[in-house]
């Protein structure tokens, strides 16, 4: 785990001081060492966070001269030891003990396809010595993030957009198409575009090949289709696809206990990350680290779940902390929360994975997370609905979009709103998948676009901004692929993760499996009030805001003297969501 940048120039030498403000700017990914390689053309930057390989030997960027490769590599290759056994009866020899030096071999071994063969997270610029071919490569999830930007004659890349921005030469100016996508998803902005018009990231699953004259060649190595089913998938009964969940949830568990340092797992009471802990145990992982995190209730609502991750922690004997966090603090974080957001993001959680991973990095450099479980397994409350749908669309829009395009036009100021390109964006993709049900096609666009743009990139953002890296085994391929060609039934009766909860009646305790469904709460920014609400006037309100022009004045002041008016159909605060990207503008200078 760790951040990589480089510079690719179609004629000239790379701009070293750009590069090394690119690799500064990302200290936090990786605090551990830093390096710059430079030859013709090219140029890589790695900032490293030692998991694998503590040694020199593993330092980055990797260059193996006898194979006339380089790389800069972000993310763990898990299978990584099984790679090297087959390498190395292919005669490859090895000079280190980690992952990284695993790619450079298996890239000469088998080309770009070689990612086929790796179970792990991973962004990584490849560099071909001999043809001057650069290959940029991202997950098939998206769980490590690869973001680039193009200029006359370069092309710069880096894992975090800030990063980007402190290299210069980057248009800021807003895309107003991913304008409308943050307000419709939840500040999702599906790939390759960002909030700006200079800036995109590479897409899950995606090789991007730049040739030395400025090339490129996109290709796809791994896509599921959810619904798809193989023929000996319709005679499985209920018992059979718990046995198979339960299988490949242990083996993504087990897998990601590969370190050279220890790992802890991220415990919120709920059933995702309980059933990791119960899983970790029955493998007969000892002393286990977890750890959770409580804020102060508001308006009644409560502020932690301590309750059942208590209940955890003593089923199991964890070693176990509990994070308390009161109001102030988490409003004193807001700001550098808001910092290391590579993207704007809205989620409440955003900032408890700030200060979660603050105190978790104190003692453990790897945990295990639970995101994800709900978009694979169908957890979200809207998704039953699906299975009777007259029109998936429509009822996608009702269900999910924060603001509708005719909201969108109370908020905006005219000159950033077109046509209403995010429902064009549901129905297309929905008309692409058009043999499979209304629910499959709903799982398939949260789990596919959705989940990689929210969840996802928020756990790795708030947890890097502290070098910790976080594991996610719910988004390990095979458990994706497995739960694909699940019946959509299996997934969503009985209010959600109907499937995923009957296997882990087997291992977790019931009153965990059968609580009210929680999430991982911040009351506070539900429900602005006092100094919170304090900050958000402040930030509109700021003569940046007002020179922007990005909102109606209008209906902010609104939003402002009524904070609890405007809430989306999930219950989320619209005036936070104006205010966040706003505040996330500002904070970086834009």
């Not at 710069?156 to 248009?171: K, T």
């Not at 500040?187 to 090339?215: F, H, Q, S, Y």
């Not at 105190?359 to 609905?385: H, I, L, M, N, T």
């Not at 209403?420 to 799982?443: N, P, T, Y």
Request: proline content about 4%.
């Amino acid at each position: 785990m760790c951040g990589i940048c480089g510079e690719i120039r179609y004629s000239g030498q790379p701009s070293l001081a750009a590069l090394g403000r690119v690799n500064d700017a990302m200290q936090a990914r990786g605090p551990d060492a830093a390096g710059i390689h430079v030859q013709g053309q090219i140029a890589l930057g790695h900032r490293r966070l030692s998991i694998l390989d503590l040694s020199a030997a593993a330092q980055q960027p990797m260059i193996d001269a006898a194979l006339g490769l380089g790389i800069a590599f972000n993310g763990c290759i898990y299978n990584f030891r099984e790679l090297r056994s087959e390498l190395q009866a292919k005669g490859y020899r090895f000079f280190s003990d980690g992952d990284t030096e695993v790619i450079l071999k298996a890239y000469h071994a088998w080309g770009r396809a070689c990612v086929q063969r790796f179970k792990g997270m991973f962004a990584f610029a490849l560099w071909e010595r001999d043809s001057g071919r650069v290959v940029l490569a991202r997950d098939r999830l998206g769980i490590k993030p690869l973001y680039y930007t193009e200029g006359p004659g370069f092309l710069r890349f880096a894992s975090s957009l800030p990063a980007l921005l402190a290299g210069g030469d980057v248009d800021t100016s807003l895309d107003q198409v991913a304008l409308h996508h943050f307000f419709s998803f939840h500040a999702a902005v599906p790939a390759p575009r960002t909030i700006l018009n200079g800036v995109k990231k590479l897409e899950p699953a995606t090789l991007l090949t730049i040739d030395p004259d400025g090339m490129h060649r996109r290709e796809r190595f791994w896509q599921f289709n959810v619904g798809e089913q193989r023929p000996t998938d319709r005679a499985m009964s209920e018992d059979e696809w718990s046995d198979a969940v339960l299988d490949v949830m242990a083996a993504a568990v087990d897998r990601r206990r590969v370190a050279d340092v220890p790992v802890g797992v991220l415990l919120s009471g709920g059933l995702d990350s309980s059933l990791l802990v119960a899983l970790l145990s029955k493998l007969g992982h000892e002393d286990i680290r977890t750890f959770s995190i409580g804020f102060d209730a508001v308006g009644g609502h409560s502020g932690d779940e301590f309750r059942y991750s208590d209940i955890i922690a003593r089923t199991f004997g964890t070693h176990h902390e509990q994070i308390r966090i009161d109001g102030d603090r988490a409003l004193e974080a807001l700001p550098q929360a808001i910092a290391a957001m590579s993207e704007p993001m809205v989620s409440h959680d955003a900032v408890a994975f700030y200060l979660l991973s603050s105190e978790v990095a104190k003692r453990v450099k790897v945990v295990q997370s639970g995101q994800g479980a709900d978009e694979v397994f169908g957890g979200y409350s809207w998704y039953p609905g699906f299975l009777s749908a007259n029109d998936a669309v429509q009822q996608y829009q009702n269900a999910y979009f924060d603001w509708k395009h005719a909201d969108l036009q109370q908020l905006l100021t005219p000159d950033l709103l077109g046509d209403d390109v995010s429902l064009d964006l549901v129905e297309r993709f929905f008309a692409d998948h058009g043999g499979a049900s209304a629910v499959d096609k709903v799982l398939q666009i949260d789990a596919e676009i959705m989940m990689v743009d929210d969840p996802v990139k928020r756990v790795d953002n708030m947890t890097m901004a502290f070098g910790l890296e976080a594991r996610v085994p719910f988004l390990d391929h095979e458990v994706i692929e497995l739960a694909a060609r699940m019946p959509a039934e299996l997934k969503v009766r009985n209010g959600g993760k109907h499937i995923l909860k009957e296997a882990a009646r087997r291992c977790v305790p019931a009153e965990v499996i059968d609580r009210p469904k929680g999430y991982f709460p911040v009351p506070s920014l539900r429900y602005l009030r006092g100094p919170f609400l304090d900050y958000v006037r402040d930030v509109l309100s700021d003569d940046k805001a007002r020179a922007r022009g990005l909102y109606r004045r209008d209906f902010v002041d609104h939003m402002l003297q009524n904070p609890e008016a405007e809430m989306s159909p999930k219950g989320h605060s619209r005036l936070w969501q104006a205010a966040l990207l706003e505040a996330w503008l500002q904070t970086h200078g834009i």
